[in-house]
């Protein structure tokens, strides 16, 4: 049995065994597969059919069988995924056609992920990451975006899935050998094939590798750049065949080759080409002075070229006739060859649109079809010409050289051996990292068994690498586990070694697979390590426990005869070959699992074992490491893993044990010897490393396994077991370990390893203490770590460390122990590092410090390991000494320090104390914080609400939280009326007293049948009747068809499409019902004349109302806007109006050129002006050339004299003119502006002879040219009077306030005069004036007044009155209806000038004017002045006063539009109705979420859509287009805020306060507004709050810019709030009467403070302070004692919640805990009382103070009353301790004698609180003889001790009786 011990001495028990089988195998199986389904294709179908077809299906599926015998392949990689550290493995596998790509880890069963299957056999598959940027510098490669795809390699192609999706195919001009994924792309080797043409004397040899940087990029050659012997590089192409990648590594980006001639590897860095090495190659190529480098380069171009067009193969250089099968069989790709020169152009389209063309782009026709060598049919001009030289000279001009894009460096070549036999090629390689971090490359020699590892490392200036020596190992196979960086070596013998580096660590043992060294005479040789030299007696139990644990069934299929392998195992004379299997290779590491192939074709897959599981041995690991020299680092990792590793090794609890006895051991220790190491219970089994080499099991015991019984912790619990004394068992006389053991001093082995290094260790050790002690989650690691350091403390003699351990742990820490003696002449091996400090490193101390403002050494960190140190320190460094700049009020650049490390989980497991001023300064934060802080410090400082808008920022336009999701099955019942998809929830937010909404709903539904009501006089006959009711229809059908277009206003931009439906288009209802029996009445009985085509406009705006629903942020493609078009040709009409609506919300510009094209040609009048419309409005202002050529096609006079005359209908050619003024609006272009200029005022020519719509084009032509050179002023020359000129001037010269043109167009004033002037010209004329003096405009009616000339003015009738004056001279008729016109003029610039401003003085002003209209309408003089004019002006008031309001929905205004629906007879017709309902619709309009601006080009627009003459009837364009009603879309703008509730993520209320900028009208003034609310226009504002008390504040600056605020507002303006703790939202508390603070000031009682715990359910939803009001703060029935518990826990939770500070519940309550811990004397360690003096230092550090005085208004972050009362008590308990004994203890410690155990708790608390100095620091000051407390302050103030606790102690030291305690 010896030799088996020897062996597992060193052994690493691997685990998780399992089979293992490609997932992939199984999985073909089942996939329905390509071949089978070819075979059916190739046969003839008669031959399926025949007779015994059922043999031809037969024959078919042999075929296949024999097809799927192809070999497979298969690899392995590491898993990444997003979320939390899964680790899992993805598998590509390839047999025959098919790749199969699966993801599985040991969690989660394998699953297919993706499944490809291609058309010819694969020869290779692999992952690759493309980088998209199109900056292909190396810099870009660092952060680019990458695609990470699959690569599918075919002879011919090669296919390339994306993971998003896309899908590309790549020719391959040549045979591939090879492909492998690099960090730029792929490099692909041509294969060389022996027939290769040999190069002819002028040309070059072909290239053999080359790269492929994205699917779309052309392959290009590779070059390479090699150092010579003379210095000077030299940059070519790759040309040698004899090179072979073996290798190809990421990062570092590196190649290995193989040279076959040579036999030598090399390395290469695989770089980015520079340009200077670009012309060196192509230079080089042209102008060689030898006939041979004529141009290579141009005709490997050639050839490159020629073959991408598939010529036939065989004369091509590249291919092997072995080719020439695959080569036909693949023309079947039609991407591959049908390349017609038409598709050059298109090649030349940027990767991003292209995704389909998997064609390189070639640009010029000549370049394919030319051949450089072989004499094809398509050669053109030198076809004839001898084959000769002068053929590739020929072709160099016309081919432009392929520019290479990467190239290989030169690095490093292995030495020459003096014999080097042939193919000594690498067959596999790897790059490993060992335990301490330094690289190696290792390739494996098979036919030499030598696995050769090469150390590399980076230069200092990270540039370059440098390699070492080569180091041989002798293997068979190896395979890298980079996890717990080592490599697994299979040795020659059939062993598996681990290695790390080039260090042996030992062998593997694979329970269940036997260890082949059990038969194989040759000993193996074992690594001499320092251990081998410790031999002590190991009580044997510890040996036997560890047998057992060998033999464990394995799941491989040979060895299921377990009793067999039981045999084996122990039979010496077995031998290894009955077992018939052994491993054979090792592939597929993936982390540190592992795939071993057995020799019987099985293969089964382990995993090795993690360097250590718990955190606590990890981090000492890590520190131990960090300190350690390199190689004495890998030799303690080694010898640690090989213990911890060991079959049958430790579980988790006692692995710090084994961690410790191991560390020990190595520092020269005798465990078995030390009191508490000795009685570690391994649990078990102990690792044999320790055990001695000669222990036998002996079969008889001894009397040491009795002792080691009695002494273990097992006896001791069952000796104080109750049982135990129930049955009066006698405890048993321990012979307490024998005494002369502990008597006679243990000394330390220097010669071992870690010797030298034990203070380092140490100290490092101690700083990971630290660290921990900032972990209240590791309390039990630091209670094992404190036993370990005092050990290493006491033996070093560093009294100060023990000190320091003993007030921590003042009951661990016995002032005596077990004493190490360490020899004084050993102890100048010790190596004492620099860093090393003689006062502990204390972090409470360091904190206590800095918080009293003393000043303090820099702490000392690990980089690393002690990440929270370095956290704390920096932080509170900041908050308390930080420059005064970081501290006084922007805690922002503090905070943005240091969210890299902390998030809010840390900060739970921080220590309170510690935690407290990182929480003061989060609290401070949180009141003010900026908009624009990042997302994690918003996380931090805990406000969601901003957190969630930083996060909602980020993400690309969509759905936002508001929009509704009402499924559409819901209101199928009512016939759908376009206005379902609404939100209904902001609406009711914002009109919430009544129900305005449904109303508006009512008035413009247009779905549901009119009622007609028409009483029946007995003397009509029913005839006749019906009649009177159809007519009746008819007049109630003109406001019908006028509702669409307000209804679009009202639901505009308020829905998201689904892409798989159409959408849907409420129907245009035009029948009625008849009341009493409800009977339908229709248009079309034919019973009266209906006027023809009178539906066709309606529709369209019907059309249009539907498609503005649409937001803008919805996702919409081209496919999507064809699929809407209708089947039926009635619904052409509604269609085209959906198309100007798609161009009006931008969605336009997705529709394919080629779809355009086809809806012109259709002809078709409506659609052709939607699709003109909306194109323009897509490209509002860019002057896109392609646009403008669509629209001059349709305008007569931009076509060149020549063309001939199209006949394009009038409508379509104003549509086309507005077009123009749309796409070059504000540009001011010349050549535009001078056609426009001459179309306003162009006579109607012989091609308009008998036009009667002549005004629509002339004033389309003038608000074409105004919106050309809008506001551009004095450029420009106009001087022509009709409508069109007159809006055309005041566009131009818009807010210009230029008098000289303002007066041209003010009113004549005399009668003469005004006689030539239509009246309703004076409309427009008022309002161009006042447009231009834009500033001069005042909210009041005397200002409008003040538009009216005098003459006017004085002998205007006023319409009360009854009789006419009479006059001869004046016309009184022209008189009133200029009067009425100019107001109403005056009126609508009002509406300009404060559009979507609620202005209330406007608003009362327009008010008074539409109620006056009202009521000379009914005045007995109105037919004076004409009912029709007056219809016109009251509509133009109405529309000014929706202006003005627009989005408001006020209440006054919907009245007066409900009133004018009412009306439907007399002069009411369809032109009124239109404007009475738009009047409606921008009330309304987007259901109250969009305004309207008072940008230029939103009055350019609303000019177009409020132009002030109405349609007479519904097919009106005379005067002006109604399709330009639409255009107020592009005068919309998103200005409603919607605070959402982050919590609950519901809409709510919350005040803002809104503060405008100051303007020459007004000063900057604030407002308060509650939201949900249209925000005024934001150029006006400065800047935004969400204002307190309910909500927590929010500041949005508008001085720093608006895009933040507009880009809230393009998301249907969510802004996210956080209610503040106890407050109740708006709408369930509106006045502010509920809130729990407002219930506790009504009262001020002292019960009142005991709050009833129901209450809290007002102030918080956390479910923990809820649960913790439950549990800790109800009263029970018999309380007692608990009431004062109670009482407390209720006010502190009180306090937490009304004060917001939730988090510093833990806080208060460990704190009371801790006090009362201390009055009962049983603190067993002092971390809580160093926690409460650091909260109360904070209180009074001076940082606080001024804080406070700063800010008085600022909540106190603890209660105030709760913190003295803390501080009296202790003070109390420890001071009636130093009165009952405790100033003894006190003595005898500051004049270092013992004192007695029982008060070692109490003293360590009295030093703690008091921070007094350790003993050795006393003597300094001379403490004896000190007469007078004067004296004593006087030497204490060095020490830094307080006052306070220098009271205390005077006594002592003065000898007096009494403590002087105040």
């Given at each position: 049995m010896s030799n088996f011990y020897e062996e597992r001495a060193t052994m690493i028990a691997a685990e998780d065994l399992q089979e293992f089988v490609p997932f992939g195998r199984d999985h073909c199986k089942h996939h329905p597969n390509a071949l089978n389904l070819q075979l059916r294709q190739l046969q003839p179908a008669s031959e399926l059919w025949s007779s015994d077809g059922a043999a031809g299906l037969v024959g078919s599926l042999q075929e296949v069988t024999i097809h799927e015998k192809q070999k497979e392949s298969w690899q392995l990689r590491k898993g990444g995924s997003e979320i939390g550290e899964v680790d899992y493995d993805e598998e590509l596998y390839v047999a025959g056609n098919m790749v199969i790509w699966s993801k599985g880890s040991k969690s989660q069963a394998l699953a297919v992920y993706k499944a490809f299957t291609v058309d010819s056999p694969v020869q290779q598959a692999l992952w690759c990451d493309f980088v998209i940027s199109q900056d292909k510098s190396e810099k870009a490669y660092s952060n680019a975006e990458v695609e990470k795809c699959i690569c599918i390699l075919q002879s011919s192609c090669i296919n390339v899935h994306s993971i998003e999706g896309k899908d590309y195919i790549a020719s391959l001009p040549f045979q591939v050998a090879n492909v492998w994924p690099t960090k730029y792309g792929l490099l692909f080797e041509r294969s060389s094939s022996s027939h290769e043409l040999p190069p002819g004397p002028p040309r070059e040899p072909l290239p053999t590798m080359f790269s492929m940087l994205h699917p779309l990029d052309e392959i290009t050659p590779l070059v390479c750049k090699s150092g010579s012997l003379f210095g000077s590089s030299r940059v070519q192409y790759v040309v040698d065949h004899a090179i072979k990648i073996v290798f190809l590594h990421t990062d570092p980006s590196i190649v290995m080759t193989y040279d076959t001639v040579q036999n030598l590897h090399s390395v290469w860095v695989l770089r980015r080409v520079k340009v200077e090495e670009e012309n060196a190659v192509l230079k080089f190529s042209e102008q060689g002075g030898t006939p041979q480098n004529a141009a290579p380069s141009s005709s490997l171009t050639a050839h490159l070229r020629s073959l991408s067009k598939g010529d036939s193969p065989v004369a091509s250089p590249f291919q092997n006739y072995s080719s020439v099968h695959s080569q036909s069989r693949s023309t079947s790709s039609p991407s591959l060859h049908s390349r017609s020169p038409s598709i050059s152009n298109m090649a030349a389209l940027s990767r991003a649109h292209s995704p389909a063309l998997g064609v390189h782009s070639f640009t010029g026709v000549q370049r394919f079809n030319l051949s450089?060598?072989?004499?094809?049919?398509?050669?053109?001009?030198?076809?004839?010409?001898?084959?000769?030289?002068?053929?590739?000279?020929?072709?160099?001009?016309?081919?432009?050289?392929?520019?290479?894009?990467?190239?290989?460096?030169?690095?490093?070549?292995?030495?020459?051996?003096?014999?080097?036999?042939?193919?000594?090629?690498?067959s596999k390689v790897f790059i490993t990292s060992d335990l301490c971090g330094q690289k190696f490359l290792c390739f494996l020699v098979e036919s030499q068994l030598q696995l050769r590892c090469v150390k590399f490392q980076e230069s200092n200036d990270k540039t370059q690498l440098i390699f070492g020596s080569i180091t041989n190992i002798q293997a068979k196979d190896a395979a890298p586990v980079e996890k717990i960086d080592t490599m697994l070596v299979l040795e020659s013998s059939g062993n598996l070694v681990l290695y790390t580096g080039v260090v042996r660590v030992g062998k593997v043992f694979i329970p269940g697979l036997p260890a082949p060294s059990l038969t194989m005479s040759n000993p193996m040789p074992r690594p001499s390590t320092p251990l081998d030299s410790v031999s002590t007696p190991m009580p044997l139990n510890k040996l036997l426990g560890s047998l057992d644990e060998v033999v464990l069934l394995s799941p491989v299929p040979e060895l299921r005869d377990s009793s067999k392998l039981h045999d084996s195992l122990y039979n010496e004379d077995c031998t290894f070959q009955q077992l018939g299997t052994y491993i054979h290779s090792i592939r597929d590491p993936v982390r540190n699992r592992v795939t071993l192939e057995l020799s019987n074709g099985s293969m089964?897959?382990?995993?090795?074992?993690?360097?250590?599981?718990s955190e606590l041995v990890q981090t000492c690991l890590q520190a131990i490491k960090f300190i350690l020299p390199k190689e004495v680092a890998v030799q303690m990792l080694v010898k640690w893993y090989s213990v911890h590793s060991a079959p049958g090794g430790p579980s988790y609890h006692s692995e710090w044990n084994l961690f410790v006895t191991c560390l020990m051991n190595l520092m020269g220790y005798n465990t078995e010897r030390l009191a508490w190491t000795r009685n570690f219970d391994f649990e078990g089994s102990l690792s044999p490393v320790i055990a001695p080499k000669k222990a036998r099991p002996s079969e008889t015991g001894s009397d040491d396994d009795w002792e080691y019984l009695l002494n273990s912790d097992y006896h001791q619990k069952v000796e104080s077991h109750l049982l135990n004394r129930s049955l009066c068992l006698s405890p048993l006389d321990v012979s307490q370990m024998k005494d002369e053991d502990l008597s006679q001093n243990l000394s330390l082995d220097s010669s071992t390893l870690l010797f030298p290094h034990i203070p380092a260790i140490f100290f490092v050790l101690h700083l990971v203490y630290e660290e921990l002690k900032l972990n209240t989650l590791m309390g039990e690691g630091i209670c094992s770590l404190v036993d370990l350091l005092v050990q290493l403390a006491r033996d070093l003699k560093l009294e100060p460390y023990l000190d320091h351990y003993y007030r921590d742990y003042p009951t661990f820490v016995r002032t005596t122990g077990q004493v190490c003696t360490i020899d004084q002449g050993q102890t100048g091996f010790m190596h004492h590092p620099s860093f090393f400090t003689s006062e502990p490193p204390s972090i409470y101390q360091w904190v206590s410090s800095c918080l009293k403002g003393e000043g303090m050494p820099p702490y000392p960190y690990l980089p690393g390991i002690c990440e929270r140190s370095r956290l704390v320190v920096l932080s509170i460094a900041l908050y308390i000494l930080g420059d005064e700049s970081s501290v006084s009020d922007e805690s922002s650049p503090y905070l943005s320090r240091i969210t890299p490390g902390f998030t809010l989980r840390d900060l739970e497991t921080l220590p309170f104390g510690i935690a407290l001023p990182i929480r003061d300064a989060i609290y401070h934060c949180r009141e003010q914080p900026a908009a624009d802080w990042p997302e994690a410090v918003c996380l931090l400082i805990g406000r969601q609400d901003l957190s969630k808008q930083a996060c909602e920022g980020n993400l690309p336009k969509g759905k936002s939280v508001l929009s509704s999701d009402v499924p559409s099955g819901t209101e199928t019942e009512e016939e759908d009326d376009g206005m379902n998809d609404m939100n209904q929830e902001v609406m009711s937010l914002i009109w919430s007293e009544d129900l305005r909404v449904q109303d508006v709903r009512r008035l413009l539904q247009s779905a549901h049948p009119v009622r007609v009501n028409v009483v029946q006089y007995p003397e009509l006959s029913d005839h006749e009747f019906i009649e009177e009711k159809e007519n009746r229809l008819l007049q109630l059908c003109q406001r019908t068809m006028a509702l669409p277009v307000g209804r679009g206003m009202f639901t505009l931009f308020s829905y998201h499409p689904v892409p798989t439906e159409p959408l849907p288009i409420p129907k245009l209802n035009l029948?009625?019902?008849?009341?009493?029996?409800?009977?339908?009445?229709?248009?079309?009985?034919?019973?009266?004349?209906?006027?023809?085509?009178?539906?066709?406009?309606?529709?369209?705006h019907n059309g249009v109302a539907a498609g503005l629903k649409i937001a803008p942020a919805s996702q919409i493609d081209s496919a999507w806007i064809v699929y809407n078009k209708p089947k039926h040709a009635e619904l052409a009409n509604e269609y085209a109006g959906f198309l100007m609506a798609l161009g009006l919300n931008g969605h336009l510009t997705k529709l394919a050129t080629l779809n355009i094209h086809d809806y012109l040609t259709k002809g078709h009048e409506m659609t052709s002006i939607?699709?003109?419309?909306?194109?323009?409005?897509?490209?509002?202002?860019?002057m896109d050339m392609s646009i403008t050529r669509l629209l001059s096609i349709h305008i007569p006079a931009l076509l060149p004299p020549t063309s001939t005359e199209l006949d394009v209908p009038h409508?379509?050619?104003?549509?086309?003119?507005?077009?123009?003024?749309?796409?070059?609006?504000?540009?001011?272009?010349?050549?535009?502006?001078?056609?426009?200029l001459a179309e306003i005022g162009r006579p109607p020519g012989p091609e308009m002879e008998y036009c009667t719509d002549r005004e629509s084009y002339s004033l389309a032509a003038g608000l074409a040219l105004g919106m050309v050179c809008l506001g551009e002023g004095d450029t420009i020359n106009v001087d022509v009077t009709c409508p069109g000129a007159t809006l055309a001037l005041a566009m131009i010269y818009l807010k210009t306030n230029n008098r000289s043109i303002a007066d041209w167009l003010r009113a004549p004033d005399t009668m003469y005069l005004l006689d030539f002037v239509k009246p309703e010209f004076l409309l427009l004329r008022t309002l161009a004036r006042c447009l231009i003096l834009w500033d001069d405009i005042l909210p009041n009616s005397k200002w409008v007044d003040s538009n009216v000339p005098q003459i006017i003015r004085e002998n205007s009738i006023s319409l009360s009155e009854i009789e006419l004056p009479c006059s001869e001279d004046l016309n009184l008729e022209t008189l009133s209806q200029a009067h009425v016109y100019i107001i109403a003029g005056a009126c609508l610039s009002l509406g300009?000038?404060?559009?979507?401003?609620?202005?209330?003085?406007?608003?009362?002003?327009?008010?008074?004017?539409?109620?006056?209209?009202?009521?000379?309408?009914?005045?007995?003089?109105?037919?004076?002045?004409?009912?029709?004019?007056?219809?016109?002006?009251?509509?133009?008031?109405?529309?000014?006063?929706?202006m003005v309001m627009a989005g408001s929905g006020n209440l006054k205004v919907l009245q007066l539009c409900r009133f004018l629906h009412m009306k439907t007879g007399g002069e009411m017709n369809y032109g009124f109705h239109l404007a009475h309902h738009m009047a409606l619709g921008i009330l309304f309009l987007g259901g109250g979420r969009y305004s309207l601006s008072t940008s230029n080009s939103s009055i350019a627009a609303l000019l177009c859509a409020l132009y002030p003459h109405f349609p007479a009837h519904s097919t009106d364009n005379r005067y002006h287009l109604q399709a330009l009603r639409h255009l107020y879309v592009l005068a919309a703008e998103p200005r409603l805020l919607v605070p959402v509730d982050v919590d609950t993520n519901t809409p709510c209320y919350a005040l803002l306060e809104v503060t405008y900028k100051g303007t020459q009208w007004y000063e900057q003034t604030k407002e308060e507004l509650m939201a949900p609310t249209l925000l005024p226009e934001l150029h006006l504002l400065k800047q935004i709050k969400v204002k307190g008390p309910r909500y927590w504040e929010l500041l949005i600056d508008l001085s720093k810019g608006t895009q933040h605020l507009k880009s809230i507002l393009s998301k249907d303006g969510v802004l996210y709030v956080k209610l503040r703790a106890g407050q109740l939202s708006y709408k369930e508390d509106p006045m502010g009467w509920q809130s729990l603070l407002a219930q506790t000031v009504a009262n001020r009682n002292s019960e009142a403070r005991a709050f009833k715990p129901e209450t809290i359910s007002a102030f918080t939803s956390d479910p923990a302070l809820l649960s913790f009001a439950e549990y800790f703060c109800k009263p029970t029935v018999n309380m007692g004692q608990k009431q004062e518990i109670l009482d407390l826990f209720s006010s502190v939770l009180y306090e937490c919640v009304t004060q917001e500070t939730p988090e510093m519940l833990p806080a208060y309550i460990a704190m009371d805990q801790a006090v009362r811990r201390l009055g009962r004397r049983e603190m067993s360690e002092t971390s809580e009382l160093w926690q409460i003096k650091l909260v109360l230092e904070f209180f009074s550090s001076r940082s606080h103070q001024e804080r406070l005085q700063n800010h008085p208004k600022r909540g106190l972050f603890m209660n105030s009353e709760f913190l003295p009362v803390v501080?009296?008590?202790?003070?109390?308990?420890?001071?009636?301790?130093?009165?009952?004994?405790?100033?003894?203890?006190?003595?005898?410690y500051l004049s270092g004698q013992p004192c007695e155990e029982s008060q070692l708790g109490m003293l360590a608390c009295f030093l703690v609180y008091h921070s007094i100095p350790a003993p050795q620091h006393l003597p300094s000051v001379g403490l004896e003889g000190s007469t007078s407390f004067a004296e004593l302050l006087f030497k204490f103030k060095q020490l830094k001790m307080p006052v306070r606790a220098l009271l205390r102690l005077a006594p002592l030291l003065l000898g007096n009786p009494q403590p002087m305690v105040m």
């Open positions: 450089g060598h072989n004499q094809s049919p398509r050669r053109h001009s030198i076809s004839h010409s001898p084959e000769s030289n002068s053929n590739s000279s020929f072709l160099a001009p016309e081919t432009e050289p392929i520019v290479p894009e990467l190239c290989i460096d030169h690095l490093w070549t292995e030495a020459i051996a003096n014999i080097r036999e042939k193919n000594s090629q690498a089964v897959r382990i995993t090795l074992p993690e360097i250590a599981t029948t009625g019902r008849a009341p009493p029996r409800n009977t339908t009445v229709d248009l079309n009985s034919g019973n009266i004349d209906v006027p023809p085509n009178m539906t066709s406009w309606a529709s369209f939607g699709l003109l419309l909306g194109v323009s409005a897509a490209k509002l202002g860019t409508n379509v050619q104003v549509a086309a003119v507005v077009g123009i003024g749309l796409v070059y609006q504000g540009t001011a272009h010349r050549h535009t502006a001078e056609v426009l300009f000038r404060f559009a979507g401003s609620e202005n209330l003085s406007a608003f009362n002003c327009l008010h008074k004017f539409a109620k006056d209209f009202m009521t000379y309408l009914s005045a007995p003089n109105a037919s004076v002045t004409g009912p029709y004019n007056l219809e016109t002006c009251l509509s133009v008031v109405l529309l000014s006063l929706a501080k009296c008590s202790i003070d109390n308990t420890l001071d009636q301790w130093l009165q009952a004994g405790g100033d003894v203890c006190v003595h005898a």
